[in-house]
């Protein structure tokens, strides 16, 4: 089993900044894929980004893209995901998620693992 928990979030005004972390415990798992996703009260869940174990491929949401930067420590067993121009529009529960494959996914039915979340809020 892996756990993965988020933290980072909370409230910041629009054009500010926030990073996300989502630290894994429990069984390592290489070879795989992690994923940020958000899901803004009375939407579906979203793809933000993911990156692989590797780290030598990252992939984003067209609406993040240039604006948030997914990254990762193996070490740590940590990803990260820094938000930077936020916007009110990205308020959302951000979810980080584990994908036990070599291939990125938008899916988020292709994730085996997630988190419990955490909150972000962009005020205008």
């Known amino acids: 089993q892996v756990q993965l928990v988020e933290s980072g979030g909370g409230l910041v005004q629009a054009g500010g900044s926030l990073r996300l972390s989502c630290a894994a415990s429990?069984?390592?798992?290489?070879?795989?894929?992690t994923g940020w996703f958000r899901q803004a009260p009375g939407k579906e869940r979203e793809f933000v980004a993911a990156?692989?174990?590797?780290?030598?491929?990252?992939e984003y949401a067209d609406s993040v893209k240039g604006r948030f930067t997914i990254s990762r420590d193996n070490a740590k067993r940590t990803v990260y995901l820094q938000l930077n121009s936020l916007k009110p529009e990205d308020t959302a529960v951000y979810y980080c998620?584990?994908?036990?494959?070599?291939?990125?996914?938008?899916?988020?039915?292709?994730?085996?693992?997630w988190g419990r979340g955490t909150q972000v809020t962009v005020s205008s």
């Open positions: 998620a584990l994908d036990q494959t070599v291939f990125t996914s938008r899916r988020a039915a292709s994730y085996d693992y």
């Open positions: 429990g069984r390592t798992v290489s070879s795989s894929v």
């Open positions: 990156i692989k174990w590797s780290a030598s491929s990252t």
